[in-house]
C-alpha cells in the first residue's frame, strides 16, 4: 500500500503542472486585465506602464508563469493583485467554511438518498420507486441557484425561520447554534442536489446484489429480511457508491461557488467568483492549485477506502 501511495503522488506531479499551465494561459488569454479597476483618467500613460511592471504583467506568458512556478515551488503562492496580501493567507482563511459546508451536504446527501435508495431497490416498480426515482431526476435538474433562491424567498423571507446570507450575524455573540442556522439553507441545497445523483446510484447497485446467491443463502437460513438487506446487500454495493462519492466531491467544489455566492458563505467558492470579477491571476491560480489537490488527495483516499472495504483489493 505504501509503495502505491508513493507511486500515485508522483503521478499527480504532471497532472497538476499540466492543469496549473493550461489554467494559466486561459486566464491569462480571457479579456480584460487586474489594471482595469485600477486605472483613473488622471494616470498617463508611463503610470499605466509602471504599475503593469510592478504587479509582474509586463512579461511573457510564458517568464509569468515560470516565475508564478518557481514561487509555488519555495512554498509561495504570491501575493493578490487586488487585496495585496497573501494568496496561502486568503485560501487558508476560506477553507474550514467551505469544508464545513461540503461535509455538511455530503451528510445530507447521503441521509436522503441511502434509505430512499434501498427503499426503492427493494421496492421496485413500486410508487416509492417511482417517487423516489422522479425526485432524484427533479433533484439533480434544478440548478442550485434557482433552488437557493426558492429557499431564501420562503425560509427567510416569508417563514423568517432562518437567515438569508453569511455564516454569522453581526453583533451577536457568535456561537455554534448561530453558525449552524447560517449552515442549514446552503448545506440543504447542494445537499438535495447531491441526493439526486446518489439515490440513482445506490438503487442501481442495490439492484446488482439483491439477487446473488449469498442473499437467498442468507434468506434460506432465516435472517430477518432487514438483516439481510441492510449488512449483507447494502455492504456489497458499497463499492460504487464510495466511487460516485469521490466524483462527488468535485461536484461539490464547483456547485459551492454558485451556491456560496448567493448566500454570501464567505468559502472558497465566494472568493472564486470575486477573483475571476476583479481578475485577481495570482489568488485565481492558487485556488485552482488547491481545487486540483483537493481532488487529487479525494481520489486517493477513495482507493484506500476501497481496499478497507472490500479485503479482497490489494494495491501493489
Known amino acids: 500500500m505504501g509503495n502505491y501511495i508513493v507511486r500515485r503522488i508522483l503521478i499527480s506531479i504532471p497532472v497538476l503542472i499540466g492543469v496549473t499551465i493550461i489554467s494559466f494561459i486561459i486566464i491569462n488569454m480571457a479579456p480584460g486585465s487586474p489594471l482595469d479597476k485600477m486605472i483613473d483618467p488622471h494616470l498617463t500613460a508611463a503610470d499605466i506602464a509602471a504599475r503593469k511592471a510592478a504587479l509582474g504583467l509586463n512579461g511573457p506568458l510564458y517568464v509569468r508563469y515560470l516565475s508564478w512556478l518557481g514561487n509555488v515551488l519555495h512554498g509561495n503562492l504570491g501575493y493578490s493583485l487586488t487585496s495585496f496580501q497573501p494568496v496561502s ?3 487558508g482563511q476560506r477553507i474550514f467554511p467551505t469544508f464545513l459546508l461540503m461535509a455538511a451536504a455530503l451528510i445530507i446527501g447521503f441521509v436522503i438518498a441511502i434509505p430512499l435508495g434501498i427503499l426503492s431497490a427493494t421496492r421496485q416498480y413500486s410508487k416509492l420507486d ?5 425526485g432524484s431526476l427533479i433533484g439533480i435538474s434544478v ?3 434557482f433552488l437557493s433562491l426558492v429557499f431564501i424567498y420562503v425560509f427567510a423571507l416569508k417563514l423568517k425561520l432562518l437567515p438569508s446570507g453569511g455564516m454569522i450575524t453581526l453583533g451577536q455573540n457568535n456561537g455554534f447554534l448561530d453558525v449552524l442556522k447560517h449552515l442549514i439553507l446552503p ?6 442536489n447531491e441526493a439526486g445523483t446518489l439515490v440513482r446510484y445506490v438503487r442501481s447497485s442495490m439492484l446488482e446484489v439483491l439477487d446473488q446467491d449469498y ?4 434468506r434460506s437460513k432465516g435472517l430477518k429480511e432487514s438483516i439481510v438487506i441492510n449488512r ?9 457508491i464510495i466511487t460516485i462519492t469521490g466524483l462527488e466531491i468535485v461536484t461539490l467544489l464547483g456547485g459551492s461557488v454558485v451556491t456560496e455566492q448567493v448566500f454570501q458563505w464567505p468559502g472558497i467558492g465566494q472568493l472564486t467568483i470575486s477573483s ?3 481578475r485577481d491571476y495570482t489568488t485565481l491560480m492558487g485556488l485552482i492549485l ?5 481532488v487529487i488527495v479525494a481520489n486517493l483516499l477513495i482507493d484506500i477506502i476501497y481496499s478497507i472495504v472490500d479485503p479482497r483489493i490489494r494495491y501493489n
Not at 187 to 192: E, I, N
Not at 215 to 218: D, N, P, Q, V
Open 232 to 240: 449483507h446487500a447494502f455492504k456489497n454495493a458499497m463499492l460504487p
Open 290 to 294: 488547491f481545487g486540483t489537490i483537493v
Open 89 to 91: 493567507q486568503i485560501i
Open 130 to 134: 417511482y417517487i423516489a426515482t422522479t
Open 215 to 218: 442473499l437467498r443463502t442468507a
Open 276 to 278: 475571476v470579477m476583479s
Open 143 to 145: 440548478p442550485t441557484f
Open 187 to 192: 448545506a440543504v441545497v447542494l445537499g438535495v
